[in-house]
């Protein structure tokens, strides 16, 4: 028994997808794509790309998911097909990378649009006087990143009074997020283009084009959180499969039309010089009180995804001390609420320290890189079990196997392929991270009886 309880339904599951899944890049990444390709055709090219890629995960991780309902999600898989080394550094990256410089990326870009109400929050606090900071200069810190902090901290509190409630709170803003989101869209497509304005800049071509695809796929990442709580999913072999194909397909709708939305009423000059593309269109339409209701929700929508990464991402720190291969303390369940407490709060208290180490961009691309090099083992390993597990139960087999899961991992490997040679320092420090792992897994290894 894991001691986790299965109370999520299929609701409470699509909404970790959807609401984990929108958060703050369709709000903040389209200026870096236009910047990027230099050409609104192929911004569109790029997001329909990236939301292809990403449904080509989620068919895949939902034969896996239904196969392994257990906490964990891709640990398990990894492990299963690859054996136990590769499913630990999964879980090490997502405790000390991934899925904790998500949380920092998505609570620093809340904080952005907050600041579009109190300017101060982007003043400087203070100064570490150490050689933390770009170009090894003494760390800044502002007050809006120590705002950020806490708002990591207060949901990583609520969702330590158990998944019922963090899955409540949800499938609530998730519902609110798609509806101001909806709205946004229909006053984009309803409203008048603002007129002439600069040119689109010139693009980096296919360089180019897979930075464009790091962003877009920084606005999709998320697809997979579902199958981390799948232990708390009730009839898990239905309702998983469900939860990962249509969140995902519904996403890349909203997306393109939001992006519809954007290019009717700004130029591609127009989005290149504005951070928050979806508060200049809105104040271009009817004025600041647009801006600021865009300004709300997005960080509604960011709220939503921070809370669905909290809940999904602590379960697989939990699974892997559960299994001997990380901090015992991690695999402690709280019996009164029936969740890995220990999990949530460290994850979120590692989060929070990596609010303090860069800018939104530097982030995203350290969250990124690491990812989608096991977001392609993962996908690889419904190949995989496949030869290696046929007798395995499938309750759901993979759409287009085996050209779906072949294609995923075929880009993904020039995904990290060009974001190695694009973005060095932050995937130079994600490998790091990494690889500060091992001797941690030979220690646990060697603790571990044999058989």
Not at 199 to 208: D, E, F, K, L, W
Request: hydrophobic share 50%; glycine share 14%; aromatic share 12%.
């Amino acid at each position: 028994m894991s001691g986790l309880r299965r109370e999520l339904g299929v609701w409470g599951a699509a909404s970790i997808v959807v609401g984990t899944v929108i958060g703050s890049g369709i709000f903040l990444v389209p200026r870096k794509m236009i910047v990027e390709t230099g050409d609104v055709g192929m911004v569109f090219a790029v997001w329909v790309f990236g939301g292809l890629l990403s449904l080509a995960g989620a068919l895949t991780y939902a034969e896996l998911a239904a196969m392994m309902p257990e906490a964990g999600g891709e640990y398990n898989y990894l492990r299963e097909a690859y054996g136990p080394f590769w499913g630990f550094l999964y879980g090490w990256t997502q405790m000390w990378v991934a899925k904790s410089g998500s949380i920092a990326t998505l609570a620093t870009g809340f904080f952005y649009y907050l600041a579009n109400f109190r300017p101060e929050l982007e003043q400087r606090a203070f100064v570490i006087p150490l050689p933390l900071g770009e170009g090894g200069n003494p760390l800044e810190v502002s007050t809006g990143q120590l705002l950020a902090i806490g708002v990591i901290l207060a949901l990583g509190c609520l969702n330590w009074f158990g998944v019922k409630a963090g899955g409540r709170v949800q499938v609530g803003v998730t519902v609110v997020k798609v509806g101001l989101i909806g709205w946004i869209i229909y006053m984009g497509l309803s409203g008048t283009p603002s007129g002439a304005g600069a040119a689109a800049p010139a693009g980096r071509g296919v360089a180019g084009f897979f930075a464009a695809l790091v962003a877009a796929l920084w606005a999709y990442d998320g697809w997979n959180n579902v199958s981390m709580v799948s232990s708390e999913v009730k009839r898990p072999q239905r309702n998983l499969p469900l939860a990962l194909v249509y969140g995902t397909a519904g996403v890349v709708l909203i997306y393109v039309l939001t992006n519809l939305a954007y290019f009717h009423v700004l130029t591609a000059g127009e989005v290149a010089g504005s951070d928050r593309v979806a508060a200049t269109m809105m104040r271009s339409l009817v004025g600041e009180w647009g801006a600021g209701a865009v300004s709300v929700a997005a960080m509604i929508s960011i709220f939503a995804a921070l809370n669905g990464s909290i809940l999904s991402g602590s379960r697989v720190p939990y699974a892997l001390a559960r299994d001997g291969y990380f901090f015992r303390r991690f695999a402690a369940v709280n019996e009164k609420h029936g969740t890995p407490g220990f999990s949530i709060l460290a994850l979120c208290g590692w989060a929070a320290v990596l609010v303090l180490s860069g800018r939104y961009d530097q982030l995203l691309t350290l969250v990124i890189f690491p990812s989608w090099i096991l977001y392609g083992m993962a996908t690889a390993a419904v190949i995989v079990l496949r030869k290696k597990r046929p007798e395995m139960e499938r309750p759901y087999r993979t759409a287009g196997y085996p050209v779906v899961p072949a294609l995923f991992v075929f880009v993904a490997g020039l995904l990290i392929f060009f974001t190695l040679r694009n973005s060095p320092r932050e995937s130079g420090m994600g490998l790091v991270l990494i690889a500060a792992g091992i001797p941690f897994y030979r220690r646990w290894r060697g603790a571990i009886p044999p058989g």
